[in-house]
């Protein structure tokens, strides 16, 4: 097949007059379409040779006024969606897909590796201290374990002693019905992810920052891209966790809510899920360099465009778009997008924009936009100055989606197509901030890591969240969280106990009731259920009327067993 070699002016001249002329078989692939135009072939970027897949960035780029020229894009190739089998997968499934069994075990090892270690290094401890209680932990009390501390998130108290008070105004019994406070606070601080033994020197600077929690952020890297592939638009922003203790990485975000704290780059879908993502551990690291893995075009990129490339690698050549900020912008990174067959874009910092973009002066609504082969830079003034970049859009401009209230004057009807798309696209990272917020399990501690784990183990709890909505599911983030906690506290119980029933005798308030007689049962008698699960018959006239299977129970002791533990038979 003959290759047309057409320059961007000729394609244009011949799509806006609708000529007679026949180009090759090519030309039937283009659209006179002003909402998408995707093709097969790049035609605009003539300045890399057409023989060779080589990229070369040109060293200087020609702009011109843009003039309604129709982007050239390509055509989207990848397979998204599920890519395991999950029919009938019920909540706690889809987060065992990423919390998995092994992880939990790997958990339990540590744990128990780090307690060892501990008590083994000192050995002269005080007499009272709770180490001395200490006994190794099992899959299902680690389970337990982290169940308690995602239901902290959702039931908020100051101090974690005061979900173990017994005063009425603060008392919660499902926690000391579910693990003892000390035990608690021992595997709290016992809690570990990775053997201390192999761990570098503090002042080797080649060091692995993250060394703490490298089992767990590999392993969920892994898994968030195993079971789904994210569809067209994904978006690249960072997420912050609040730590304002001392910290060799800890971030300046300004306009964070958190303002101080460590910061995860994320690459999220459009609905939210994350699916992949990197803690940021500072410029020097060698451990978190990801240059290794880059293509040999990009080792001379900077670092923001390196973490887009980065993200980016296994969505590459698809026909992929992508959404940034301008941290992240900048001419040279969309060139080489779109020379792998992905789109993108962004605000731009107006030191990156050319002169002819950065220094024009339009009218408030107005916009002012150049083109440079796939490239297409715009400034629009609304309240303020915005500069766009992008290789999927021209400069044409569509009606603004009402803002809520009564309208301002000062509020711009008409907006450049490119930034109405970006403000309805780029906040997939904020989604998953701003579920998690009101839910947090990320409390307060000494220890970074272990805060950044919980963070890490809630991220894996959204996701299956999407995976769950996406698979028909219709339960919110709240109740999937709560059945998911349920799964864990209750974990190593019989499997016919009735979970519901079992919070409801722990939680409320419940008396003893006398069974009453009726026409055909004259001497009402109920066998005691504490006594029968001890293995002893024992028939009562006395029962709860609150607990929703109306058990028989003795008065002395069995009553009050039943309702204050879990294991009542023991």
């Not at 101080?260 to 690291?285: H, M, P, Q, W």
């Not at 906040?427 to 272990?450: F, H, I, N």
């Given at each position: 097949m003959v290759k047309c070699n057409l320059t961007s002016s000729e394609v244009l001249q011949a799509i806006l007059d609708n000529s007679d002329h026949d180009f090759s078989s090519s030309e039937e692939n283009f659209r006179d379409n002003d909402d998408q135009q995707r093709a097969l072939h790049d035609t605009v970027n003539n300045d890399a040779s057409d023989d060779s897949d080589e990229w070369v960035y040109p060293q200087h780029l020609n702009w011109t006024a843009a003039r309604g020229e129709l982007p050239f894009l390509y055509p989207f190739e990848a397979t998204c969606g599920f890519t395991v089998d999950v029919n009938n997968y019920t909540v706690k499934q889809f987060y065992e897909l990423f919390v998995s069994p092994d992880l939990i075990r790997h958990f339990v090892h540590q744990t128990n590796l780090y307690a060892t270690q501990f008590i083994e290094k000192n050995p002269n401890l005080p007499p009272h201290s709770r180490v001395h209680a200490w006994v190794d932990i099992d899959e299902n009390e680690m389970k337990k374990f982290i169940g308690i501390l995602m239901l902290m998130g959702i039931i908020r108290k100051p101090d974690i002693e005061m979900y173990w008070s017994t005063d009425p105004m603060y008392a919660t019994p499902i926690f000391a019905a579910i693990m003892k406070r000390n035990r608690f606070s021992l595997l709290l601080k016992f809690f570990h992810l990775n053997d201390n033994s192999n761990e570098p020197d503090k002042k080797d600077p080649n060091r692995d920052r993250l060394f703490k929690l490298r089992p767990l952020i590999d392993h969920l890297f892994e898994t968030f891209q195993l079971p789904y592939v994210p569809g067209l638009s994904v978006?690249?922003?960072?997420?912050?966790?609040?730590?304002?203790?001392?910290?060799?990485?800890?971030?300046?975000?300004?306009?964070?809510?958190?303002?101080?704290?460590?910061?995860?780059?994320?690459?999220?879908?459009?609905?939210?899920?994350?699916?992949?993502?990197?803690?940021?551990?500072?410029?020097?690291?060698?451990?978190?360099?990801?240059?290794?893995?880059?293509?040999?075009?990009?080792?001379?990129?900077?670092?923001?465009?390196?973490?887009?490339?980065?993200?980016?690698?296994?969505?590459?050549?698809?026909?992929?778009?992508?959404?940034?900020?301008?941290?992240?912008?900048?001419?040279?990174?969309?060139?080489?997008?779109?020379?792998?067959?992905?789109?993108?874009?962004?605000?731009?910092?107006?030191?990156?924009?050319?002169?002819?973009?950065?220094?024009s002066a339009p009218a408030p609504g107005q916009h002012i936009a150049y083109r440079s082969g796939p490239l297409l830079c715009l400034k629009f003034r609304d309240k303020k100055d915005v500069h766009m970049l992008t290789t999927q859009h021209n400069e044409s401009v569509q009606e603004a989606p009402r803002r809520r209230g009564c309208p301002s004057p000062t509020d711009v009807r008409y907006k450049p197509q490119c930034i109405i798309e970006y403000?309805?696209?780029?906040?997939?990272?904020?989604?998953?901030?701003?579920?998690?917020?009101?839910?947090?399990?990320?409390?307060?501690?000494?220890?970074?890591?272990?805060?950044?784990?919980?963070?890490?183990?809630?991220?894996?709890m959204l996701n299956a969240h999407i995976l769950y909505h996406k698979n028909g599911g219709t339960n919110t983030f709240l109740q999937v969280e709560h059945d998911v906690i349920a799964d864990f506290i209750f974990s190593g119980e019989e499997q016919h106990a009735d979970r519901v029933g079992a919070v409801v005798r722990l939680t409320e308030r419940h008396f003893p009731d006398k069974l009453k007689p009726t026409t055909t049962w004259t001497k009402p008698q109920a066998r005691c259920r504490v006594c029968s699960k001890k293995g002893q018959r024992r028939d009562v006239k006395t029962f709860c009327s609150k607990c929703p299977s109306n058990p028989g129970l003795c008065a002395v002791p069995c009553f009050g067993q039943w309702h204050s533990k879990l294991k009542y038979w023991e």
């Open positions: 978006a690249v922003d960072e997420s912050l966790l609040l730590w304002k203790g001392r910290l060799q990485f800890r971030q300046y975000l300004p306009l964070k809510r958190a303002q101080f704290g460590i910061k995860i780059f994320c690459l999220a879908e459009n609905s939210g899920y994350i699916y992949r993502f990197c803690v940021y551990t500072g410029k020097e690291d060698p451990m978190s360099s990801i240059s290794a893995v880059l293509p040999d075009e990009c080792k001379g990129f900077g670092l923001s465009e390196k973490i887009v490339v980065y993200f980016a690698l296994p969505l590459l050549d698809n026909g992929y778009t992508i959404w940034m900020d301008n941290w992240y912008s900048s001419c040279r990174l969309f060139h080489y997008l779109h020379h792998r067959k992905t789109t993108a874009c962004g605000t731009i910092r107006s030191n990156r924009v050319p002169p002819e973009v950065r220094n403000n309805s696209n780029m906040g997939a990272v904020d989604k998953q901030d701003q579920v998690l917020e009101p839910y947090s399990a990320a409390r307060k501690t000494m220890k970074w890591y272990k805060k950044l784990s919980v963070h890490l183990l809630q991220m894996a």
